[in-house]
């Protein structure tokens, strides 16, 4: 089934060319079906790129979704027109009365920053706790997962010394649990990111269950006991190329990053990049939109307290 995007959204050439199946808003409406309706808080600088990202995953589920993109401000982009940004994307005014099958919050590049520091964290604060009521599943990505388990669960993360860059090998924790149905026992996902999050306390939440975890790269998914959000700390929606792309540019800007780990044929930045993490994102959002938001959500979303937990969950 296909992911509706908006009419002339630039996202749409691209997964078409990779035989990727998207609808526009004007042909899905002449069908009558129930889609799941996703909303997309997009904190990336490039994005349009992260769209392309965030829609290649979704549009490869069996289900068919409807996904509004949404800004944290409407401060101008550096990195995307103005144009793009008012024909796209809403202000949290014009949908925090809506309910949603389900939100994706991604990744920011503020790593570095701490989160009262932030200048939107008061807006980040506020979509979080709105989500708990309005949302019946919240993904988180990167930094925002990050951010969702300090302001959600109070844990704090720790600065690293070094970015944490590459792709590295993780293990699945729990073996029961429908969001890691069809993994392998070991896989591979990127990380980019200055923080890292401490999966001894983490483990000794009441609230949270690891679920894959890597020993160089840390917990990777933990979900709250309610099914209700996910955090993913790596960013399994990157293509091929990304790490690369801010690695060069890291380079040009003269910060002397190291090489990302695990990613270049021999360790050669001159040599082709190995994608060894697609098939991994592709499962990982099919199952999170199939289990923990299409089998949870009520079929009328004005009702959220028809949300039930799955009973399976230890």
């Not at 940004?85 to 790593?111: C, K, S, W």
């Not at 000794?204 to 209700?228: F, I, W």
């Not at 697609?278 to 959002?285: K, M, N, P, V």
């Amino acid at each position: 089934m296909p992911v509706r995007i908006p009419d002339h959204l630039p996202a749409a050439e691209i997964l078409q060319s990779e035989n990727i199946f998207v609808m526009s808003e004007t042909r899905a409406a002449n069908q009558d079906i129930r889609p799941m309706r996703v909303l997309l808080l997009n904190l990336m600088p490039n994005k349009i790129e992260t769209e392309t990202q965030i829609l290649r995953l979704l549009g490869n589920t069996p289900l068919q979704v409807d996904i509004d993109l949404l800004r944290i401000h409407d401060k101008a982009s550096k990195h995307t027109s103005v144009d793009h940004m008012n024909a796209f994307y809403r202000d949290f005014e014009q949908v925090r009365h809506n309910n949603y099958d389900g939100l994706i919050i991604t990744g920011a590049p503020l790593g570095q920053i701490d989160f009262a520091e932030v200048s939107y964290w008061q807006h980040i604060q506020q979509i979080i706790d709105w989500s708990q009521s309005h949302v019946t599943s919240t993904l988180f990505l990167c930094w925002a997962a990050h951010a969702g388990l300090y302001h959600l669960y109070g844990l704090e993360r720790t600065i690293l010394p070094v970015k944490r860059s590459g792709v590295f090998l993780h293990q699945r924790v729990n073996q029961h649990f429908p969001l890691l149905r069809g993994f392998d026992d070991e896989f591979y996902a990127p990380h980019s990111r200055f923080a890292e999050m401490d999966i001894k306390q983490i483990h000794e939440h009441p609230d949270l269950t690891v679920l894959a975890s890597s020993d160089e790269a840390g917990a990777y998914l933990v979900l709250s006991r309610d099914n209700r959000n996910l955090f993913v700390t790596g960013h399994p929606e990157y293509n091929k190329v990304t790490l690369n792309d801010e690695y060069q540019r890291d380079v040009e800007l003269g910060l002397a990053p190291q090489l990302p780990q695990n990613y270049y044929k021999n360790d050669d930045p001159n040599a082709a990049a190995i994608a060894r993490w697609h098939s991994h994102g592709s499962l990982l959002i099919s199952n999170w939109l199939n289990y923990y938001v299409y089998q949870l959500t009520p079929y009328d979303l004005s009702d959220l307290s028809a949300t039930t937990p799955w009973e399976s969950n230890p």
